[in-house]
């Protein structure tokens, strides 16, 4: 059976092929072909991510979308968590997480056994998908109160390198604005920044 790896780091600064080695091993272990490997530097509340994208575009029916864990995968609102299930249940995939055990079953021979334990791991997939999600709410709270608190003892404080990022991000803005139908990707490589930073820029512009 093969397998197609997803990777994925939230920042540019992380190394989205940290957890390579680990599912290449664990792959070996059940068995399985790895067809390819999909990785990128993006955030997991986004759905529209092009790697991920294209592994559902090239995964063929019966084939492994294999994962480090669930929030490498998603940090998706509930409404897009459920859009990407159904993108993988149509495509055909085994959604399998190294770290959730029970979705190792989905490689394996199922029969009753098998098929109570997709109940289970469904469920646990659910789950996990939401506490990644509330994870990252509570972070990007806590982010947002502590800016505030500065901002309060210091009304001249600033973000380090706000000044330093001001050129890099009017850079992005120009491309933006000058190509509106350029993709976030080109946009990153013209701009010399992460794909995440252009579409952080993108959603403050809207805001």
């Not at 092009?50 to 864990?69: D, F, H, M, N, Q």
């Not at 098929?115 to 659910?126: K, S, W």
Request: charged residues 30%.
């Amino acid at each position: 059976m093969n397998a197609h790896l997803y990777l994925r780091a939230s920042t540019k600064d992380q190394d989205a092929l940290r957890a390579k080695a680990s599912l290449e091993a664990f792959a070996a272990d059940k068995g399985l072909s790895i067809a390819d490997t999909y990785s990128e530097n993006i955030s997991g509340t986004k759905l529209n991510r092009p790697e991920l994208i294209r592994l559902l575009a090239t995964a063929e029916k019966g084939e492994v979308l294999l994962v480090e864990s669930v929030d490498r995968l998603s940090r998706l609102s509930q409404a897009d968590w459920e859009t990407l299930k159904t993108a993988i249940k149509d495509k055909g995939l085994c959604l399998v997480i190294a770290d959730l055990p029970t979705s190792h079953m989905m490689v394996e021979d199922k029969g009753i056994t098998g098929q109570i334990m997709e109940v289970i791991n469904n469920m646990l997939l659910d789950l996990m998908a939401t506490m990644a999600r509330l994870d990252q709410e509570k972070r990007v709270e806590r982010i947002n109160e502590g800016l505030k608190n500065k901002k309060l003892a210091d009304p001249e404080w600033k973000p380090a390198g706000k000044a330093k990022n001001a050129a890099m991000w009017d850079k992005v803005v120009t491309l933006m604005t000058k190509h509106p139908g350029m993709s976030a990707d080109d946009v990153a490589k013209l701009a010399e920044c992460g794909v995440a930073t252009v579409y952080r820029i993108k959603r403050e512009m809207k805001d």
